[in-house]
């Protein structure tokens, strides 16, 4: 499905279920695709919204200057175009920085945050480093190669030697984003400010998750992130990596029905 929010720019979405509405955003360099787990698992009891972020799946292009709060500012506008005024807003990593990013301009839309391996601070010096390093790569490199140097990180050793199907399928999702979605994604994630100011200020109920082989947002940052949230509940996803919805939807589906039955 497409949204135009304005002449020149859509946005790309899939839309299941009724009831309490949850918006699903993905992780770099991925696409709405990477949600269907929980879209099929969720939509009997909720609504689930999951939009492609600018530059990937089906979603228009970023402008000169990409800028995760730009994301954050779409998604606002594209609930617009539903009426929705407020929306349990779950994010996945880079998806959870646009999240951040969204509680910190809109905290009267949410009626509850989901943040999944992901992180309130901005870039160390040396994350910043290797972003441009990065960012170097893919000047010459497809997305395709780009998410080679990801994946390590992204799937647990065990997935990925076990668990072949599920490895392509992110290979195929990563693989099809404009490198120019990659490349500007890259760059907005490096030059994002710290959320971490963000974090005491949400009123909302917040579900942290995180996989507990994570090694690109740890467990020990998803428990510092906690620590500053006024109401927050941590779910650790056994078993899983960084792309912990994928290497265990059923534990991850469960954390976030019981937190979505939570808020009546
Ligand atoms: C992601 O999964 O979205 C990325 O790992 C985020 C990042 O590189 O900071």
Redesign the pocket.
């Known amino acids: 499905m497409r949204r135009q929010l304005t002449p020149d720019f859509a946005i790309y979405y899939d839309d299941a279920g009724s009831g309490e509405p949850l918006v699903l955003l993905h ?2 360099p991925l696409s709405r695709a990477m949600w269907q787990r929980q879209r099929e698992a969720l939509q009997n009891e909720f609504r689930v919204i999951t939009p492609d972020l600018r530059g990937f799946g089906g979603t228009g292009a970023f402008g000169q200057t990409p800028s995760l709060e730009q994301m954050a500012d779409d998604v606002a506008q594209f609930l617009d175009t539903f009426g929705l005024k407020q929306v349990v807003l779950g994010g ?4 959870g920085y646009v999240a951040l990013a969204f509680a910190r301009k809109y905290p009267d839309r949410l009626r509850g945050l989901i943040l999944a391996d992901t992180r309130a601070e901005a870039d160390s010096d040396e994350g910043k480093a290797n972003r441009d390093k990065m960012i170097e790569f893919a000047r010459t490199h497809t997305s395709a190669e780009v998410f080679e140097q ?1 994946l390590p990180k ?1 799937l647990t050793e065990k997935t990925r030697r076990e668990n072949a199907e599920l490895v392509a399928e992110v290979r195929r999702i990563a693989g099809s984003q404009s490198i120019s979605a990659v490349f500007a994604a890259l760059q907005a ?1 490096r030059d994002r400010p710290d959320s971490s100011d963000v974090l005491p200020s949400i009123r909302v109920p917040v579900l942290v998750i995180v996989g507990s082989e994570d090694g ?1 947002t740890p467990p020990a940052v998803a428990q510092a992130m906690v620590g500053r949230l006024p109401k927050a509940e941590l779910a650790t996803v056994t078993g899983a990596g ?1 792309l912990s919805n994928l290497e265990q939807p059923e534990a991850f589906n469960t954390a976030v029905r019981g937190y979505l039955r939570s808020l009546g």
């Open positions: 992780a770099f996945l990593s880079m998806g990801l992204s994630m690109i960084h």
